[in-house]
């Protein structure tokens, strides 16, 4: 099963402010929709019940809810308790791509057992509350960096880049 970190951050690695996304860049969410098509997804609490967690997450999608709080519910999703587990449920659900979608804690700790980082850089600097992880050069290497220049509909320019592991 291939384990794959997706995310969007800023030039500062910000990645949210007040549990929501601080741009708005329709390319990336095209991208993102893109990236995610047919994979079994995994989500930290707060990310599934921020705004965005509505337009990801429906009862057609196989993902799992990463809590802490044992006596969490949903009507949709299945709740694990770590990051091993949404990995392990994955797996025990025959998934082929996990896609991991964060938030800041979920990737800290998914940066051991993903082995591919798919990211959308926001060429701006912003205020946030949420930061993306640093990622080490000795771990990761850029496979793909593909840079486009704002334009009408999206207001910053952006990368989409893609890191695998080392092995
Ligand atoms: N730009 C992007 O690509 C992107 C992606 C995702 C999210 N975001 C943004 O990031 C922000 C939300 O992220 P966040 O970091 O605040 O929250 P989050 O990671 O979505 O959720 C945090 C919660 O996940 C659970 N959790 C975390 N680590 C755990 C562990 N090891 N074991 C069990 N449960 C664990 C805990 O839930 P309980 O409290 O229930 O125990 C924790 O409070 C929002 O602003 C959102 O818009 C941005």
């Not at 701006?124 to 704002?150: C, H, L, M, N, Q």
Request: proline share 2%; glycine share 8%; net charge negative.
């Amino acid at each position: 099963m291939q384990i794959i970190i997706v995310a969007a951050k800023s030039d500062n690695q910000v990645i949210g402010k007040e549990n929501d996304l601080v741009w708005y860049l329709p390319a990336d969410l095209r991208f993102f929709r893109s990236t995610i098509e047919g994979a079994y997804l995994a989500t930290g609490r707060k990310s599934f019940e921020s705004a965005q967690g509505d337009e990801v997450f429906g009862p057609h999608r196989e993902f799992v809810i990463i809590t802490r709080n044992k006596g969490y519910q949903s009507n949709i999703g299945k709740i694990v308790h770590s990051v091993e587990a949404a990995i392990a449920q994955a797996a025990a659900d025959g998934a082929e791509r996990l896609c991991i979608l964060g938030g800041a804690g979920i990737y800290e700790q998914a940066m051991n057992l993903a082995d591919t980082l798919v990211l959308t850089e926001v060429h701006a600097e912003f205020e946030g509350d949420t930061f993306f992880p640093a990622i080490d050069g000795a771990k990761w290497r850029e496979v793909s960096r593909i840079r486009y220049p704002k334009d009408a509909e999206n207001v910053y320019d952006y990368s989409f880049v893609v890191y695998e592991k080392i092995a």
